[in-house]
């Protein structure tokens, strides 16, 4: 083998140890989700004692990650681990409400255990809302790893830097994209293929706000598609199935295509 393309190789190797590992990342946060909810624990704790030391124990990995990026100050590190864990109290809250809004809209659902457990939509709110935390002190890699993880497990794409309110409902999920400029308000529920997307994809709008405003008690069924950053829902709005929108729309409205169904068979 060409002694360059090993020595090529090599360096990369030796960048990368500067970044912290998507592997351990991503096993952090299920950890994390381990701590918050006992449903997603592989740990079984003795006492109240050995459930301290395990939060000490997750802090202390945190730091560590931390340490890994080319940037990384141990004071700087310590203080950003410090906001991350007292934040944590918010973010179960919120997930809380999540599961009861998830429990509350699915009729299928048999109690808040089934939900915390198995449906893909509080997976994936959950990871959004651990790596938002991230997001908020310009951690943006490992943001979008945890995003990334939860991405690749449920097919439900939020992306870290979007801002999302309480008891937020996602229904089965797969195909759900929400673009990191969009700003989600309370008690908005989505169902599976809903797009929340830019107009533009030009690298030049990077910093823009590109991704729709979507207010309070808004219901955006199957394969809707949302556009641009300009446009807002308005609360208590019902946005039908696969439809496809690009402006704003008043509060209490209900936008859905008409369609005709046509049965042709054999004659009875």
Not at 1 to 30: G, W
Not at 63 to 89: G, M, N, T, V, W
Not at 234 to 243: A, L, R, S
Request: one cysteine or more; hydrophobic letters at 40%.
């Amino acid at each position: 083998m060409d002694s360059n393309f090993l020595s090529e190789l090599y360096t990369e190797h030796q960048k990368a140890l500067e970044c912290p590992s998507p592997i351990r990342v991503t096993r952090f946060f299920k950890k994390v989700l381990g701590f918050l909810f006992p449903e997603h624990s592989e740990i079984k704790y003795e006492n109240e004692i050995a459930f301290e030391a395990e939060f000490a124990k997750l802090k202390s990995e945190l730091l560590h990650i931390l340490s890994r990026r080319s940037e990384s100050s141990f004071e700087q590190d310590k203080e950003r681990a410090d906001y991350i864990f007292s934040e944590l109290p918010k973010v179960r809250e919120m997930l809380v409400k999540d599961v009861e809004a998830i429990y509350m809209g699915d009729p299928a659902a048999r109690n808040h255990d089934e939900v915390i457990r198995t449906y893909p939509g509080f997976y994936a709110i959950a990871a959004y809302r651990i790596a938002h935390l991230f997001h908020t002190l310009d951690m943006l890699l490992i943001a979008r790893i945890i995003s990334s993880h939860a991405h690749n497990k449920t097919g439900i794409d939020i992306h870290p830097g979007a801002n999302i309110g309480s008891h937020f409902c996602i229904d089965h999920g797969t195909g759900v994209v929400i673009g990191e400029t969009t700003d989600i308000g309370n008690h908005v529920k989505l169902y599976q293929g809903v797009t929340l997307g830019a107009l533009s994809v030009d690298k030049e709008d990077a910093k823009t706000k590109r991704h729709p405003n979507i207010e309070d008690h808004v219901v955006i069924y199957a394969g809707a598609t949302i556009l641009g950053g300009k446009t807002t829902v308005g609360h208590h709005t019902v946005i039908g199935g696969n439809v496809w929108l690009t402006e704003s729309v008043a509060p209490h409205s209900r936008l859905y295509y008409e369609s005709k169904l046509v049965q042709k068979g054999a004659e009875l």
